[in-house]
């Protein structure tokens, strides 16, 4: 029982992770343009 919780518990994390560093490299991509831009 407290394995699957741990499972599910790493799966969330697994997929907040992903998430967080798709939204990091937008907001890269986007200073990268302003700074090419300036």
Sequence with gaps: MVLL???TCSQDFLQ???QLE???Y???KVLLAEVVRG
């Design 5 to 7: 919780f741990t499972l």
């Design 16 to 18: 907040a992770a992903v």
């Design 22 to 24: 798709a939204a990091l």
């Design 26 to 28: 937008d907001l890269v």
